[in-house]
Structure formats: C-alpha cells, structure tokens
C-alpha cells in the first residue's frame, strides 16, 4: 500500500552540537541557506507523503515556526516586491499537512515514534530522523517505500560505516535479497567492535508497519535507558520481516559538527548563489594545506 504518512522526530537534546544547539533545535541548523528539517520534509514530500506528524520538546517552537506564516514578514517583502523571497517563505506552509506532537520527556528514539501511533492508526508509515539529511537524484524515502510496496515488509534505509561509527549507530546481520536489497535477520544498539553483526547500520529513513506499535510498548529500556527503535525493530527483523535498502543519495548528520561542515559545503558547491565563490575559496584554502 501506498505510504502516505510520515513522522519526524525532532525532541532530542542535540548535546553533541552543543552550544549551537542550546537555544536552537539542531533541526534547525542551516544548510546553505535553509534548515536541515526543510531538506528532510521536502524529501517526504518528493515521495509523495502527505500528512507528516514532527515530534518536538520544549525549546523546539522554532521548528514550527518555520512551517507556518510569518505575516509582518510576507507583508513586508511583498510591499518591497521581493517576490522571489516571498514564493520562498510561503511555499514552505504549504509543503504539506504537517503536525506537531510533543514528547514530554526525552525517553528515547523508540518512545518518540510511538507518540505517534494515535497519528499513525493502522498503516505502514515512514519515519525520516530530524537530523539526518540525504541528498540525492532520488528522495531516499521513496527508495524505501518501493521496496516496501513490492515485498510488504518494514524497510530500513542502510549503508555500510566504518568501525568507529558502528559503535555509536546500530550494527545490522544481513543478507544479500537482489540488487542494493538485503534482508535483515537481527541487529544491535550500539554493539562493541566483538560484537557487531556487520557494518551496515541503519541510517536515518525507515517504513514501519503499524504492529511496530505493540512491540515498543513491550520492548524495555535499553541503551542510555531509553526506549531503542533498534531494540522494536529487532523483533520485527528476528520475525523475518524486515528489509533494508542501500539508499544512493548522500547522508549528512547534522547531529554532529563535522556532518554539519560537510553538509555545507557540499550543498554550498551545488548551490547557484554560493557555488563559484566557494570554490574559489576551497581551491585557495587547498594550497596553504
Ligand atoms: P539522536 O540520538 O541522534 O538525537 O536521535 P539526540 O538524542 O539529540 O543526540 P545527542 O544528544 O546529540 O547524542 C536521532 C533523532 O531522534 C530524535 C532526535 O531529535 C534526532 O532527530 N529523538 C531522539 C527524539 O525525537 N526523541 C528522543 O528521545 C531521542
């Protein structure tokens, strides 16, 4: 079935970009000239998503203001015939139907998604992280969604990190289904270098059914004592009921301060506006290292 919902967590505390983070929701942190969350709903919506629940916390309020109306400024650049800015500001209302929910306490991944179930009722859903944006000719989610409506399993956006990552992130046991599609029997919250089951981890996009559910309010806390999306989704894939799909655009994690540097410059090295004079820059930067 068509996926038309999706869920966007967005409450977590962001203390690896800290100070930045402080008074600003790491959502928010530009890329070239808008938020990382802007990327993330533009992506669900070149998917074909409709209806799209972000899941906030006190400090977040910035987040919904940036997809709602901002009179006295659409007034102004209207009056000063800016149009082109105008469009801009305005369209970001309109994306598509987008809700807000806040998780009182900052339980976890797992505890964030299933704020959303009232919102979800009884469909497959995508869940797209606040802070991971992919960049890429295809949006990642509709990667996923394909996957999801040939095969009618949960799908988890994959890539291979390398061993230093692969014990902060999730660590998958996979096996080979066709192209970039693996089937995932098991995985594991942040695993020692023993004991991870490969270096595919689940980076930032997946479908879920709405069975995930249940098994989160049966799952106990895990990793840091919070409620792991890892530790539900492991049943799912324990069941064998879980794909994952190699996405082909690039993730940037905004979560930490190089993937935000990164993030920057390589949409600053596509961007119109910024792209000639930051190449000049980097190529005379590049000399002096
Ligand atoms: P992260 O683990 O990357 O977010 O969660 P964090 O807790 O902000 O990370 P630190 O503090 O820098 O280590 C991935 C996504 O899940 C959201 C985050 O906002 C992020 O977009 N999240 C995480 C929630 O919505 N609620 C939570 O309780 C935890």
Do not use: W
């Amino acid at each position: 079935m068509k996926i038309t919902k999706a869920i966007i967590p967005a409450a977590g505390l962001g203390t690896r970009v800290l100070p930045a983070s402080k008074a600003i929701p790491k959502e928010m942190l530009p890329i070239v000239d808008k938020p990382a969350i802007q990327y993330i709903v533009e992506e669900a919506v070149a998917a074909g998503i409709t209806d799209i629940l972000i899941i906030t916390n006190r400090g977040k309020g910035a987040i919904e203001d940036h997809f709602d109306h901002s009179i006295e400024l659409e007034n102004m650049l209207e009056f000063k015939n800016k149009d082109k800015q105008l469009e801009e500001i305005t369209s970001v209302c309109n994306l598509a139907n987008i809700y807000f929910l806040r998780q009182k306490e900052t339980k976890g991944l797992g505890d964030a998604v299933l704020r959303a179930k009232q919102f979800v009722g009884n469909e497959s859903f995508a869940v797209l992280y606040g802070d991971d944006v992919i960049i890429g000719e295809t949006p990642a989610i509709s990667e996923l969604c394909e996957v999801h409506e040939k095969y009618d399993k949960s799908v988890v956006g994959i890539k291979q990190v390398p061993d230093e990552k692969i014990v902060k992130y999730c660590s998958l046991k996979v096996e080979k289904l066709e192209n970039n599609t693996f089937t995932v029997t098991d995985m594991i919250e942040k695993p020692s270098i023993y004991n991870k089951l490969s270096n595919y981890s689940v980076l930032g996009r997946c479908i879920l059914k709405p069975e995930i559910f249940d098994i989160l309010e049966n799952t106990p806390l895990g990793v840091g004592n919070e409620l792991q999306l890892t530790d539900a989704m492991k049943t799912v894939a324990t069941n064998g009921d879980m794909l994952g799909v190699v996405f082909s655009g690039e993730r940037h994690d905004m979560g930490n301060k190089f993937g935000f540097l990164k993030a920057n410059i390589d949409v600053g090295l596509t961007h119109p506006e910024t792209k000639d004079e930051l190449m000049a820059y980097i190529r005379e930067l590049a000399k002096e290292l």
